[in-house]
């Protein structure tokens, strides 16, 4: 389950969540309207006396073109649309920070006065009470270990969200959302911090969220174990060979190619192992 899905599935908690008032009907509108809207994250429309949309853009790492694409994205929406546009940028890290988000751009020309501005708002996960995540939309709750929390605090902070899970959802849905948490989980620490922590977990080990945790982390490890030998005999693999290692999601494959690093006379050789 992807950021895109769990806004998706409950678009006024997430308003809630960011602080944006949920003053009408509300619901998520298709943002592929062009070539460049299609990059964006979730669009919402809040059919209010004055409807007004909701653009919501989940940034995970630092991006220095950050504000000129919000406003790309926001004069693209409001032609559109043709209602006020809200942008908000949630930040899941602090690596994701810097001087590119701090919520105004500004193109200055020889005059001390702008000729143009643009504001938009922007949440850091790592900031938020871990409370509010962990008592709100169920599609937030996979956020709360990003909040502002102690390492020493997460496993609880683990188990209330299992709790919830196990309570208020089907065990499908529930798989989707615990699984979402391990994505989240990714951004923030260590596999060891919190691997010890799920296996204790009865609910999350016989989930299939668990299933794919493990599997992932087996294809991950496959792939680097065939970039390291691949590089001890073939040196170091270009862009295109690199990418290619990193989409193999078959494990047997993977494995084999492991044995083929030893024995192969290029990466062209190595990539041909089926």
């Known amino acids: 389950m992807t950021p895109r899905d769990l806004i998706e599935g409950d678009p006024a908690g997430w308003l809630r969540w960011v602080g944006l008032p949920v003053d009408g009907p509300v619901r998520t509108i298709d943002s592929e309207v062009s070539t ?14 004055r409807p007004w949309v909701a653009h919501l853009e989940l940034q995970s790492t630092y991006d220095p073109e950050l504000p000129v694409r919000l406003l790309v994205y926001h004069a693209l929406l409001l032609q559109r649309r043709h209602r006020r546009v809200r942008t908000t940028v949630v930040l899941l890290r602090e690596s994701a920070d810097g001087p590119a988000t701090g919520g105004l751009f500004e193109e200055l020309d020889d005059d001390p006065d702008p000729t143009l501005a643009f504001r938009y708002r922007v949440v850091r996960v790592w900031q938020r009470p871990v409370e509010e995540l962990l008592t709100g939309s169920l599609r ?14 997460l496993p609880a902070v683990l188990h209330r969200i299992d709790d919830r899970l196990a309570q208020e959802v089907e065990s499908g849905l529930a798989d989707l959302l615990r699984a979402a948490t391990f994505l989240m989980l990714e951004l923030r620490y260590d596999r060891n911090q919190y691997r010890e922590i799920l296996q204790s977990m009865i609910r999350w080990r016989e989930s299939g969220a668990y299933q794919i945790i493990v599997e992932e982390g087996q294809l991950r490890e496959a792939r680097r174990l065939v970039l390291t ?5 073939l040196g170091q693999p270009d862009a295109a060979t690199r990418e290619h290692i990193e989409s193999v999601s078959d494990l047997d494959r993977l494995e084999r190619m492991v044995g083929s690093a030893f024995t192969a006379s290029s990466w062209l050789e190595l990539l041909a192992t089926e």
Not at 36 to 49: G, H, N, R, S, T
Not at 143 to 148: D, Y
């Open 140 to 153: 937030v709750l996979p956020l709360a270990p990003l909040a502002a929390i102690a390492p020493a605090e």
């Open 36 to 49: 460049v809207l299609a990059e964006v994250d979730k669009v919402i429309a809040v059919d209010a006396a």
């Open 229 to 233: 030998f691949g590089e001890r005999r």
